[in-house]
């Protein structure tokens, strides 16, 4: 019924799979990898590498580029967005970049602009945007 082992003797496994969390009010400057899930509710000016899902908050900003397995997006995001599996742009997201998925749900309060590349073999096909493109696009 009791485990015979004490407190200090518990083995607690490593977590790889973690979630790491950027509260709301917090901003950091840099880039982030991580191999486990990551949720975004401040503001991150940099990339995003993750090897598991990436979850932007609906507070939550990003300036610059994400990559992952798959991604859930309610907040704003300025960059280019590759996600290998599922990307769901959700509540009143909004998107200024180029996206590149294999599968895509978008809601219809999701505000996008920028070119979008969806299916099999999409993602390692992703072709930039000419920079007067982007910039037409910005005004």
């Not at 790491?20 to 509710?41: E, F, N, P, Q």
């Not at 294999?102 to 073999?121: A, Y």
């Amino acid at each position: 019924m009791f485990s015979s082992k004490s407190k200090s003797e518990i083995e607690i496994p490593a977590s790889s799979s973690g979630t790491s969390l950027i509260g709301a009010g917090t901003i950091i400057k840099g880039d982030v990898i991580s191999s486990g899930d990551i949720r975004i509710d401040g503001t991150l000016k940099g990339n995003i590498s993750g090897s598991a899902k990436v979850l932007i908050g609906a507070e939550g900003v990003v300036e610059g580029d994400i990559e992952g397995q798959q991604a859930d997006i309610l907040g704003k995001v300025s960059g280019k967005i590759i996600i290998k599996e599922l990307l769901n742009l959700r509540g009143k997201a909004a998107i200024k970049g180029n996206i590149s998925a294999g599968k895509l749900q978008v809601e219809p309060t999701v505000s996008f602009n920028g070119q979008c590349h969806v299916g099999e073999g999409s993602v390692a096909n992703v072709v930039e945007m000419p920079a007067d493109e982007e910039h037409a696009i910005a005004q």
